[in-house]
């Protein structure tokens, strides 16, 4: 009933910028919260950053200051602007939204999407 779709993944230099964004598309009545996750190989899935109710809350410690995650709520579609990159921030990044659908006609319960994942490798 709802799809999430990435875009903005790739190759990067270290020190450089890339923009992720994902467009969230189907029976969706509201977004109430949206995030972004990354996992390297070896490593627990882990939370960079959220947005509920239109605050950015929960950036990991390693991205603070240098990650910025943002939502147009026009287009059900957010984003995370990245800077300032280094290796350690390679890993597949998934986006992920808390929706509410809409289901037979109704109103459903919050569900919880997430994104198919993009790489992002930060070269040195």
């Known amino acids: 009933q709802v799809q999430l779709v990435e875009s903005g993944g790739g190759l990067v230099k270290a020190g450089g910028s890339l923009r992720l964004s994902c467009a969230a598309s189907?029976?969706?009545?509201?977004?109430?919260?949206v995030a972004w996750y990354r996992q390297a190989p070896g490593r627990q899935r882990e939370l960079v950053a959220a947005?509920?109710?239109?605050?950015?809350?929960d950036y990991a410690d390693s991205v603070k200051g240098r990650f910025t995650i943002s939502r147009d709520l026009s287009k059900d579609m957010f984003y995370l602007q990245m800077s300032r990159l280094t290796p350690a921030d390679t890993a597949v990044y998934y986006c992920?939204?808390?929706?509410?659908?809409?289901?037979?006609?109704?109103?459903?319960?919050?569900?919880?999407?997430w994104g198919q994942g993009t790489q992002v490798t930060v070269s040195s």
């Open positions: 189907g029976s969706i009545f509201s977004i109430s919260g």
């Open positions: 947005l509920v109710g239109g605050v950015p809350t």
């Open positions: 992920n939204a808390d929706v509410n659908v809409v289901e037979n006609g109704h109103l459903g319960k919050l569900k919880t999407f």
